[in-house]
């Protein structure tokens, strides 16, 4: 028996691909070849996965303009995708909606007309309910697309927008599991390739206090990063009863978070953007190893309903010697979190905007960051410019990806072991 390192769950399974070696010691040292094959990987320098570059479309030139968008899952975070997108500018039009559940669809819908007004163009016949619904939306004609159903189908909704020529908001994480990021970043190149913009998720890229910040220490303000730690104590998520009329087995997509076939996981689904923040702050870099951390058990308490594993604790290793120490514990109540870095030459709390323990800015991460990354998308598609974040963020899904497979199989994983795999058992959702 074999470890499947791409496994949809915890369990150590036996392997559909090629049998994984215990342990890939040299792909850890640093100074090795590593560096390389994370680079080809993701289809190219790791360095540039956030770089605007001038595009000769011109599709939307000054005129009578209008934006046309469709929205790929219609539930909290969905709806507020698209009414983030009509703020960004007078010319967008929600044009077409799309959820597995007929009655999420109706919501947004009633969301959207009362808060977008003639911004929302969207007809009954364009309301699309059912498995085939994301296909409908990115065929209805739309322009660009917001793909904001559960993370296990996340590639597959990509795919398929980037096929159909639509520009793309992708809600992180990318995939739930190492074969599901090689798929996603596959679709990413080629949206890339064809000048297509894509903006995701992990909006604080676009949040200035933590823009400024991060600039200041990739700049050498608190010298090289030696140590980051990144930790979270959060509550049970939330959990919808059964639907009278639904389907059997519905119940378990309307709670999709809380299942790792579905979500990914805990620690993939919220604790990427903590992970993300990190592999920012090391110059987008993919770290070497995940090696599993020692958690101590709580009397009395059984976790987050579902099959999410409710507490994991996993230290990653980059090229330079830097770790990352990263956690999350959803057994809690409240939010509190926990990141810094420490430096050859001072200290970071991220969370605080604080250097050498002076806050130097406004508290990141505010609210309006998921504004300002809908701003970024929107405006670039309209004046023919191409913004395009997919090696980012499929780096950071991919590095959340392997600390929750270091601490489900209880060892070192190397990141060329779990790609490599990942590229040889890729397959649909």
Known sequence: MSTNLTTRTPAVTPSAGRPIPPAAPAAARPGGDAGSSRRGFLGGSLAVAGAVSLSPRSVFAAGDQRLRIGLVGCGGRGTGAALQAAAADPAVRVVALGDLFADQVAAAAHLLGRGIGRQFACPPERRFAGERAFRDVIGSGVDLVLLASPPHVRPLHLEAAVAAGCHVYCEKPAAIDAAGVVRAAAAAIRGRAAGLSLVSGFCFRHDPPTVELIARIRGGEIGRPLSLHAHAVIGLPWWRPPVAGDAAGAWRLRNWIAFESLSGGHFVEHHVEAIDRAVWLMGDVAACTAEPLRTAPVA??????????????????????????????????????????????????????????????????????????????????????????????????????????????????????????????????
């Open 300 to 429: 009395g308490v059984s976790g987050a309903a579902g099959d999410c594993a409710p507490v994991t604790a996993v230290r990653y290793r980059f090229a330079d010697g830097a770790t990352l120490d990263a956690s999350l514990d959803r057994r809690g109540a409240g939010d509190r979190r926990i990141e810094t870095v420490t430096g050859t030459d001072g200290t970071c709390d991220l969370v605080r905007g604080a250097i050498d323990g002076a806050v130097t800015v406004s508290p990141p991460g505010g609210p309006g960051r998921h504004q300002a990354a809908m701003a970024t998308l929107v405006r670039a598609v309209l004046a023919g410019r191409v913004v395009h974040e997919g090696t980012a963020m499929c780096l950071g899904t991919m590095t959340a990806v392997m600390g929750r497979v270091a601490a489900a199989v209880g060892r070192r994983i190397t990141w060329d072991e779990l790609a490599g795999q990942a590229a040889s058992s890729s397959r649909p959702v």
